[in-house]
C-alpha cells in the first residue's frame, strides 16, 4: 500500500510573514488525518517560518526548487545541502514554470534530482505534456523522454525517496482538469517505464501524484484511481480549508 501524498506548491504567492499562519491552519485543518503525508512546499524565503510553524506537526516543509551542486560560485541558487540544513524535507523538482520560464530541461532536472534525493530531501519530480504535444499525438513520446532522461541512474534504492508529480501543462492554474481516466491512463504509462528503469519492485512503491486544477469537488474522483497516490495542488494550496479538503479526499 503506498501512503497518499498531498503536496502543496504555493509558488511565489505567500511572503515570509504570512506563512507561518498557513502552515498553522494547514496543520490544524489536516490533524485527523495523519495517515495522509501532508506536505506544504514553500518558496525558499518562508522556509525557516514555515518549519517552525511545521515543527512538532504531521505537516512536512519542502522547497519549490533546488541547484544540484552542494555549494560554489552560483549566485541566487539554493543547494540540497541548505536546504536539510534549514530543516526541508521534501523539494519540487522540475516544475513545468521552472521548464517553461527558467529554461530548465530534462537533464537540469535529472542532475536536480539526483542531487536532492542524495542530500536525503524527497525529490518530487514533475513531468507533463503541453496540450499541443496531446493534441499532436505525442503525450507518451514526451512523458517517456522526461522519465528516461530526467530519472536517468536513479536506483531502485533512491526510489524511496522519490515522488513522480503528473502535470499536465494545459491543467495548472486553468481549471481545466484531466479526466480521472485520463489521469490514470498517464500515471499508468509513468509506472510502467519507471518500471523499465529502476525495476517492477522499486517502480510499484513510487508515489504518483496528479497536479493541475486538482480540489475539494475533484479530488475524490482522481484519488480512487489505482496509480493516482496524492496531488500537487497549485491554487487550491493557499487556502487551509480547501487543502484540508484534499486531504480528506485522500484519507
Ligand atoms: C501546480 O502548479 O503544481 C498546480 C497543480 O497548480 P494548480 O493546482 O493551481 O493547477
Same mark, same amino acid.
Given at each position: ?6 503536496? !502543496?506548491?504555493?509558488?511565489? =504567492? %505567500? ?9 498553522? #491552519? %494547514? ?21 525557516? #517560518? ?9 505537516? !512536512?516543509?519542502?522547497? *519549490? =526548487?533546488?541547484?544540484?551542486?552542494? &555549494? ?8 540540497? /545541502?541548505? +536546504?536539510v540544513d534549514a530543516g526541508a524535507k521534501y523539494v519540487i523538482i522540475g516544475h513545468s514554470e521552472r521548464r517553461q520560464y527558467f529554461g530548465e ?10 542531487? #536532492?534525493?542524495a542530500a536525503g530531501l524527497v525529490a518530487i519530480v514533475c513531468v507533463g505534456e503541453t496540450l499541443e504535444e496531446r493534441e499532436g499525438g505525442k503525450?507518451?513520446?514526451?512523458? *517517456? ?10 536506483? @531502485?534504492?533512491?526510489? /524511496?525517496?522519490?515522488?513522480v508529480a503528473y502535470e499536465p501543462v494545459w491543467a495548472i492554474g486553468t481549471g481545466k482538469t484531466a479526466t480521472p481516466d485520463q489521469a490514470q491512463?498517464?500515471? /499508468? +504509462? ?13 517502480? *510499484? ?7 493541475? &486544477?486538482?480540489?475539494? !469537488?475533484?479530488?475524490?474522483?482522481? +484519488? ?16 487551509? @480549508?480547501?487543502?484540508? /479538503?484534499?486531504?480528506?479526499?485522500? =484519507?
Amino acid at each position: 500500500m503506498r501512503k497518499k501524498i498531498i503536496a !502543496g506548491n504555493w509558488k511565489m =504567492n %505567500v511572503k515570509p510573514s504570512e506563512a507561518a499562519a498557513l502552515v498553522k #491552519a %494547514v496543520a490544524e485543518a489536516t490533524a485527523q488525518y495523519g495517515n495522509v503525508e501532508t506536505v506544504c512546499c514553500t518558496p525558499a524565503i518562508d522556509l525557516p #517560518a514555515a518549519i517552525a510553524a511545521a515543527a512538532g506537526t504531521h505537516v !512536512g516543509i519542502g522547497a *519549490e =526548487n533546488c541547484h544540484w551542486k552542494e &555549494s560554489g560560485a552560483y549566485t541566487g541558487e539554493i543547494s540540497p /545541502a541548505m +536546504l536539510v540544513d534549514a530543516g526541508a524535507k521534501y523539494v519540487i523538482i522540475g516544475h513545468s514554470e521552472r521548464r517553461q520560464y527558467f529554461g530548465e530541461t530534462d537533464e537540469t532536472v535529472n542532475q536536480r534530482a539526483r542531487a #536532492a534525493i542524495a542530500a536525503g530531501l524527497v525529490a518530487i519530480v514533475c513531468v507533463g505534456e503541453t496540450l499541443e504535444e496531446r493534441e499532436g499525438g505525442k503525450l507518451v513520446e514526451v512523458i *517517456e523522454r522526461q522519465m528516461n532522461v530526467g530519472l536517468k541512474d536513479v536506483t @531502485a534504492a533512491d526510489c /524511496a525517496k522519490l515522488v513522480v508529480a503528473y502535470e499536465p501543462v494545459w491543467a495548472i492554474g486553468t481549471g481545466k482538469t484531466a479526466t480521472p481516466d485520463q489521469a490514470q491512463e498517464v500515471h /499508468a +504509462l509513468i509506472r510502467a517505464t519507471l518500471a523499465k528503469l529502476v525495476g517492477a519492485e522499486a517502480a *510499484e512503491s513510487v508515489r504518483i501524484q496528479y497536479g493541475g &486544477s486538482m480540489k475539494p !469537488g475533484n479530488a475524490a474522483e482522481l +484519488l480512487a484511481k489505482k496509480d493516482i497516490d496524492g496531488g500537487l495542488i497549485g491554487g487550491a494550496a493557499l487556502k487551509a @480549508a480547501d487543502f484540508a /479538503a484534499i486531504v480528506a479526499a485522500a =484519507n
